[in-house]
C-alpha cells in the first residue's frame, strides 16, 4: 500500500492548517481503501453494522456534498445514493454498488467543496442553516475534519479485518 499523504505543516495561518488537516484525512481514507477489490470494499465490520468502506467512501461523498454545497454554498442538491428516502442507504446499498462510481462521485465532491471554500473567508456563514442553526465556513471545516477522523478510526479497523494492514 503506497501512501503519499503530505503530512500536515506543523506552523501555518489557519486556513492552510485547517485546509491541510482536513487533506490528510480525506487522503487517509483513501489510503485505507487502496488496493482492495470491490468485494474486500463491500465486506461489513460485524452484524449487525452495515458499515464497510465502500460505505464509508458513499457516505464522506454525501457528506461533501451536503456541507460544501448545500450548507456552505446555498445549492438546492438532492442527496446521494438514495439518502433522500432512507437515512443510512450509502452504507446499507453496498451490494451491488459500484466502487469506480463511489470513488468518482466522492473525488468529484472533494474537488467541488475544495473550490467552494477556496473562495469563502472562514468567518463567512453558510448560506443554509443546519438544523435550525447558522453555521461558519471554520465550522464546517473543523466538522470534516473530525468527521473523516472518526471516520478513519472505522476504516483502520475494517482494513485490519480485511486483510490484515495496519497503520497511520
Not at 134 to 154: F, K, Q, T
Amino acid at each position: 500500500m503506497s501512501d503519499n499523504r503530505i503530512p500536515p505543516p506543523f506552523i501555518a495561518d489557519e486556513r492552510a492548517m485547517l485546509t491541510n488537516w482536513l487533506d490528510w484525512h480525506r487522503e487517509t481514507l483513501a489510503v485505507k481503501c487502496e488496493g482492495l477489490s470491490e468485494e474486500q470494499l463491500r465486506q461489513r465490520s460485524a452484524a449487525p453494522s452495515t458499515l464497510s468502506l465502500l460505505g464509508l467512501v458513499r457516505h464522506m461523498a454525501h457528506v461533501e456534498r451536503a456541507w460544501y454545497r448545500g450548507v456552505l454554498n446555498g445549492e438546492d442538491v438532492p442527496k446521494l445514493w438514495g439518502k433522500d428516502a432512507r437515512q443510512d442507504a450509502d452504507f446499507d446499498d453496498v451490494d451491488t454498488a459500484s466502487a469506480d462510481e463511489a470513488f468518482k462521485t466522492w473525488q468529484s465532491e472533494i474537488e467541488h467543496a475544495r473550490e467552494v471554500s477556496a473562495g469563502v473567508p472562514l468567518d463567512a456563514i453558510g448560506k443554509q442553516q443546519r438544523h435550525g442553526e447558522d453555521c461558519s465556513h471554520r465550522w464546517i471545516l473543523v466538522h470534516m475534519i473530525e468527521e473523516y477522523a472518526r471516520h478513519n478510526g472505522h476504516a483502520d479497523l475494517l482494513r485490519e479485518q480485511i486483510d490484515g494492514v495496519t497503520g497511520e
